[in-house]
Nanobody
Framework: QAQLVESGGGPVQAGGSLRLACVPS????????MAWYRQAPGKQRELVAG???????NYADSMKGRFTISRDNRKNTMYLQMNSLKPEDTAVYYC????????????WGQGTQVTVSS
């Protein structure tokens, strides 16, 4: 089964930026939908942003204008540019790929920690 590997997380001060990347590991991985989710301590996992292989995007309201999702279909790589980070953005960020959002056969990464300090 294909796996997804996230990178780019780490500590950052409020107002700073980070760029996350998600690459597949293993078999060729081409899916219609890829997305970023996040889970903060004590909270449920939530959608950050999604993108189709045609480039259509959608964002959670709290991320609009600050985060940008992109995808390089040739490299099978997805990115999340995060600007103007806030302490409430602190979470583990997960990469997802599947036929649709919420696909039970979808693949997940192990997550990358983002910690925003005030």
């Amino acid at each position: 089964q294909a796996q997804l590997v996230e990178s780019g997380g780490g500590p950052v001060q409020a107002g700073g930026s980070l760029r996350l990347a998600c690459v597949p590991s293993g078999k060729i991985f081409r899916v219609p939908v890829m997305a970023w989710y996040r889970q903060a301590p004590g909270k449920q996992r939530e959608l950050v942003a999604g993108i189709t292989n045609g480039g259509r995007t959608n964002y959670a309201d709290s991320m609009k204008g600050r985060f940008t999702i992109s995808r390089d279909n040739r490299k099978n790589t997805m990115y999340l540019q995060m600007n103007s980070l806030k302490p409430e953005d602190t979470a583990v960020y997960y990469c997802y790929g599947g036929e649709v959002l919420g696909d039970p056969q979808g693949a997940w990464g192990q997550g990358t920690q983002v910690t925003v300090s005030s």
